[in-house]
């Protein structure tokens, strides 16, 4: 991930409040610092910066930009993986699912990741949004999540993500 080299006004910085409705664990590859606030992560995203969440803890992802690294997000993970309230491995989350961008006015969601060489990688088995619609969000859509606002999403092993930008 490309940093911005200009000094960065500490009022343009965005945060994006991560937590999971009914437990289970995510993994978050950027080159930010998470910090755990009663259940929630808070991620400090500059302008331009981003944060990639999937289900995989280390290593590499043949089809994630390789600037991204995989770092554990949510402690008490006793599995790299995402999981659900189902026992098992979960393989119905993409490895790199989806991303999040600081932007001015907020947090941009992205449904995908940043493809090698280029692009954004849709995740294959989709991603679902709860609210504030009711809806499965199209190949590599972007939506603005307004400062104050939130969006809830639906993975496909059934975890809910809350995302609030702040």
């Given amino acids: 991930m490309t940093l911005p080299t200009e000094k960065v006004d500490v009022?343009?910085?965005?945060?994006?409040?991560?937590?999971?409705?009914?437990?289970?664990?995510?993994?978050?590859?950027?080159?930010?610092?998470?910090?755990?606030?009663?259940?929630?992560?808070?991620?400090?995203?500059?302008?331009?910066?981003?944060?990639?969440?999937?289900?995989?803890?280390?290593g590499e992802i043949e089809y994630l930009d390789p600037a991204y690294r995989p770092t554990q997000m949510l402690p008490g993970a006793q599995q790299p993986i995402v999981t659900c309230?189902?026992?098992?491995?979960?393989?119905?989350?993409?490895?790199?699912?989806?991303?999040?961008?600081?932007?001015?006015?907020?947090?941009?969601?992205?449904?995908?990741?940043?493809?090698?060489?280029?692009?954004?990688?849709?995740?294959?088995?989709?991603?679902f949004m709860l609210a504030p619609q009711n809806r499965t969000m199209t190949e590599a859509e972007e939506w603005l999540i307004p400062r104050g606002n939130s969006v809830r999403l639906l993975l496909p092993n059934q975890l809910i993500v809350c995302i609030a930008a702040n």
């Fill in 85 to 127: 309230a189902r026992q098992g491995i979960d393989t119905c989350v993409s490895r790199g699912h989806f991303m999040l961008k600081g932007v001015v006015d907020g947090i941009l969601l992205v449904n995908g990741v940043p493809r090698r060489g280029g692009g954004i990688r849709t995740p294959l088995n989709g991603t």
């Fill in 11 to 58: 009022g343009s910085v965005s945060l994006a409040s991560v937590s999971l409705c009914g437990g289970g664990t995510l993994n978050l590859w950027s080159a930010g610092v998470a910090t755990e606030t009663e259940g929630e992560y808070t991620l400090a995203l500059a302008p331009h910066q981003a944060a990639v969440i999937g289900r995989q803890e280390g």
